[in-house]
């Protein structure tokens, strides 16, 4: 009988590839502190990027590692648990277009999930569990990224710095509530789906493919934008975050329209 603890270690040992995006945001993140003159909107932009696509890594890393504990042990072979973006059986989904909503939007948008053997897990919570953790992965980011805040050490921050982590804390947080959202093919719906009728499951299964899309549509109505916005602040705001400092991400994220002004005023820092 194979269980998680028969998972090969080279399937567990974190990818090359993995520790470079690691590498990308740690030294991205140093030269965004740093402040170096000309550098800091592409430092932020490299910080901002290296650190959701580490995020996506951890979020399809939680999906893995606890179907492996539910007992699905072909995770392994996969490679998901290496914590590598390319093993992801929908690398367009779960990488690239997220990545690609951030550079247009400022929105993180929830990506495509790793392929689970579902026929191998037992027990509905499992199931549920299994939905639950990649999201619950992204707003624990969120929890760990705006810890400076929260716990009053802000005192020193570089202000690029400061609004590069906030920028993408709230990127953490777009993702997890637009992840929850029962919609077929999200996360959200992964954690009600053991739970409903076979029939119900049957009608749902094939708008599974378009439900990213419908989200997203969704988020071009000026009034439920203007919703889905006004949660996010409160949110960012509950964690001490203001709104002015990630608009200010942004503005230093999208460095190609040039630094942001005013940003010490939008701050009350002067």
Not at 55 to 66: D, G, K, P
């Amino acid at each position: 009988m194979t269980s998680a603890a028969s998972v090969r270690h080279e399937h567990r040992r974190p990818s090359p590839v993995f520790l470079g995006l690691v590498a990308v945001m740690g030294v991205s993140g140093w030269a965004v502190w740093g402040g170096f003159a000309g550098v800091t909107g592409l430092a932020v932009f490299l910080f901002v990027v290296s650190g959701w696509i580490v995020s996506l890594c951890l979020h399809e890393y939680a999906h893995a590692r606890s179907a492996l504990h539910g007992g699905d042990v072909s995770v392994g072979a996969k490679g998901y648990l290496t914590l590598n973006p390319l093993k992801y059986t929908h690398a367009l989904l779960s990488i690239v277009l997220p990545v690609l909503f951030v550079v247009m939007g400022g929105i993180g948008l929830p990506g495509g999930a790793v392929f689970i053997e579902r026929g191998r897990i037992r027990g509905r919570w499992r199931h549920s569990l299994i939905s639950a953790a990649g999201p619950l992965t992204n707003a624990l980011f969120a929890v760990v990224l705006t810890a400076p805040w929260w716990l009053d050490a802000m005192d020193g921050v570089p202000v690029a710095f400061r609004c590069a982590l906030a920028f993408l804390a709230m990127l953490q947080v777009t993702a997890a509530i637009l992840n929850f959202l029962p919609v077929p093919g999200l996360d959200g719906y992964g954690v009600i789906e053991p739970w409903l009728s076979h029939r119900t499951r049957a009608q749902a299964e094939p708008f599974a493919p378009y439900g990213l899309l419908v989200v997203f549509g969704c988020l071009w109505i000026p009034q439920v934008n203007e919703v889905f916005w006004d949660a996010i602040d409160a949110v960012m705001r509950s964690l001490g975050v203001s709104d002015a400092e990630t608009y200010f991400g942004l503005e230093y994220f999208r460095f190609w329209a040039g630094e942001p002004e005013n940003v010490f005023v939008g701050l009350g820092l002067l």
